[in-house]
């Protein structure tokens, strides 16, 4: 999200930690006992004892990563062993010299002074018998930022908790004589500084090999004059077990070409745009620095273009700050050690990639030599949408692949230039999201940072809280939105219940801050090619927050407030109605997200929305090639209900073209990612960013015809009305249900369509074909029993049907 109005004065967050502190009388420091951590042991974070620089240019010099280690001796055959560790910041953990887990940039990002997650490991394979050494290295992470002032004023050091890396842990033995024994962080520990020189998520890693210390993470190694760990202030957020996917690699992608752009420079193109990392066989000499730059972009002669991926739009000298680079674009250097052939792979940062730039080898690397590691929150992906139509297939995947790009424990606008959990793209798109992937312990995670990031007086924009809040209710009712599509799409009535209470409370927050009902301030359709008033979009999110809390009101037994905000529902759409329907628009207003937003909120009256549809044909007729022009709600309005009032073949034939603008356009001038803009943009804007992938919700949703019925949460029941646009052959699509998979496929074969259905176990669903008066059979697989006369309706196309496997054909 571009800061176009960031002179807004950021907002002081009041730390609040609900954990007890306990004195440690033989140092007069803090040590933490927590229940979350199954035991009455004491154990402390531990860190260097290093200050903090004085000054904010300072920050830019080496400031190496510490690296501590532990040894322990096993006297007894052991059963059973559990790591349980997090940080402030990011840490990688080793035993005897392997590494703990398959988690990267762990722990997940949050406001660590209200909550920290830990994660534990069974380690029990990585133990020897007798001698055995635990090691952990510190990263940044957002917990030492940088003071980069992004747009020349946004330090993220003035508004997150911030300090230095440290961390806690303990190992829970259990030995086979139903013994246990406990190893915890404490100043027993010893450290020192390992090779990684510098490491920032935004702007990267400095590696230098001359200063690997073989052999400090395994027993026996002589830590003598390695220093001993400092208790550290713990950071104040409460500690709590991971319950949602870690940050992993999945997937390694393979170079699709390496080229020289310059003397002594090459080009790696990894095919696609993507986030993450790499690993990369080096060899050269001692001393040798390897710089590694990275763009979503080349430019005409083939050079690298890293601008659309520049933190903060830090592009020239000054903007940054004191120290800051001229241009804060994501780069790696290895300076190569004693060993002059090594692979590298950077461990505390993350980058958003189709290129890299590769400058200070010898020669040009072989396509074996370079690894490209994909890396996102390993959310289960089992759902799937693909079709006879190759753009459509393209769209599809370059959907998929933004939107795991931009979940790294917050799910970002955009994985590189910002990374910030901004509420307007989830509002935007975590409907889009939950199609495509498992999304609801991620999404608890997501509300709790919205629950630690919010106040009671003032929108704010992100969660974590990085001090923007100019964006307003569109932005903050994200919380509340995505908690009602965790219960419509899994049932999950006990957050509802648990949030309650705070979800009253921050309507009682909205009704104060827009006392009249109308949202007269905060960013509207962002990216709109024609301008919408945050009067319209405003006011709808908060229509759809009166909705939403009839429906929490009735789960929670609350049915003064269930007729409370059923009377603001009323009053809304009566606003809303008078001021962009009943009264003439005579400000220039993009009408294509008005007329959608009329209809996807169900403001009018039924006469009254064939004709908003009416309008809202001629308002796409007029555009360039007939498109949409709409922004990162419109979109989303625009799709829904062009086919739910005219037709979903209507949307088809836009989105299966190639002009501007639209996502053909995109697909066709080489995208493999979803851009920010309509508009193609090699400088400033994300080519990598979700809010326009709203089109896949509609693939779903539309030609799928997979949908979730909001009087039966959780797909208890649901519908299944797949459309059959005229220039599509065929669909398969799939839908993982709390109740098991949904399939629903189709396939046009000369005078005939063949749909094949599968409702799971418990379930029913709703099913609405198009017949038009054709004839309408049906087979059950694996049952010989049935008959199509036990399905009422079956020659209207509208018809139950209940658990099982089915074949219907419409000739």
Known sequence: ?????????????????????????????????????????????????????????????????????????????????????????????????????????????????????????????????????????????????????????????????????????????????????????????KFAYGPIQKNNVYIGEVYDARNEIQGWNSPGFDDAEWLDAVIKEEPGGKLEKAFFPPIQITQRLTPTSIYSSSPGVCIADMGVNFTGTFRMRISGDTGDSIVFRFGERIYPDGSLNPKTTVCGQIKRPGVGGPGAPDVAWQTDTYVIGEKTKAWFQPEFTFHTYRYIEI????????????????????????????????????????????FLANLQSVQSDCPAREKFGYGGDLNATSETFIYNFDMNSFYRKTIYDWVDAINDSVFIDTAPFVGINYCGLSWESAFLTTQYYLLLYYNNVDLV???????????????????????????????????????????????????????????????????????????????????????????????????????YFDVLSEEENIAAADSLLIAIKKEPAGHFITGIFGTKYILEALSKYVSPNHVFEIVNSKKYPGWGFMIDKGATTIWETWKESDNTYSNCHPMFGTVS??????????????????????????????????VKCSYQSPFGKIVSNWKKETDKTIYNFRIP???????????????????????????????????????????????????
């Open 359 to 402: 400058s200070g080898l010898k020669s040009k690397p072989e396509l074996s030599d370079i690894e490209g590691l994909a890396m996102n929150t390993n959310v289960s992906a089992e759902n799937s949408f693909s079709c006879s139509n190759k753009l459509l297939n393209s769209i599809q995947k370059a959907s998929e692949r933004t």
């Open 1 to 189: 999200m571009k800061e176009k109005a960031i002179f807004v004065v950021g907002l002081f967050l009041t730390v609040i930690s609900a954990v007890s502190i306990l004195g440690c009388s033989q140092k007069n420091t803090k040590t933490t006992e927590r229940e979350d951590w199954s035991s009455d042991e004491k154990v402390s974070w531990i860190g260097d004892n290093k200050p903090q620089p004085a000054f904010d240019s300072l920050f830019y010099e080496n400031d190496p990563s510490p690296i501590f280690r532990k040894e322990f001796k096993l006297e007894k055959t052991i059963k059973s062993a559990r790591l349980l560790i997090t940080a402030a910041g990011y840490y990688e953990a080793t035993i005897n010299g392997k590494r703990v887990g398959k988690n990267r940039l762990d722990p997940a990002w949050t406001d660590f002074s209200k909550r920290i997650y830990y994660s534990e490991y069974d380690v029990t394979q990585l133990l020897a018998q007798k001698e055995n050494c635990l090691g952990v290295t510190l990263g940044n992470g957002f917990y030492n930022p940088l003071p980069l002032r992004m747009w020349g004023n946004r330090n993220l050091r003035k508004t997150l908790p911030v300090g230095r890396p440290v961390f806690t842990a303990k190992m829970i033995i259990e030995y086979e004589d139903g013994k246990t024994d406990q190893f915890v962080t404490d100043e027993s520990w």
């Open 761 to 811: 176990n418990g379930t029913t669903a709703f099913v609405n074909l198009p017949t038009s008066g054709k004839s309408v059979t049906i087979q059950k697989e694996e049952d010989s029993d049935f008959s199509s006369a036990e399905v009422k309706g079956l020659q209207t196309g509208k018809f139950d049907l209940t658990e099982g496997s089915y074949t219907v054909v419409i000739d």
């Open 497 to 599: 219940k648990e949030l309650y209470d705070f979800d009253k409370k921050w309507m009682e927050k909205v009704a104060r801050i827009h006392p009249n009902g109308i949202v007269d301030s905060g960013l509207s359709d962002h990216e709109s090619l024609e301008p919408v008033p945050v009067e319209l979009t405003g006011t709808c999110h908060y229509l759809f927050c009166a909705q939403i809390m009839q429906r929490f009101a009735a789960l929670t037994g609350n049915s003064a407030d269930e007729k409370m905000y059923q009377e603001l529902e009323q009053k809304l759409k009566k606003s809303i109605k008078e001021r962009f329907w009943n009264t003439p628009v005579e400000e220039g207003i993009n009408k294509q997200t008005l007329f959608a937003s009329l209809l």
């Open 697 to 730: 919700e509609w693939f779903y949703r539309w030609l799928g015809g997979i949908e979730p019925d909001k009087d039966f949460p959780g797909f208890k029941k649901f519908k299944l009305h797949p459309s059959v646009p005229e220039n599509l052959d065929s």
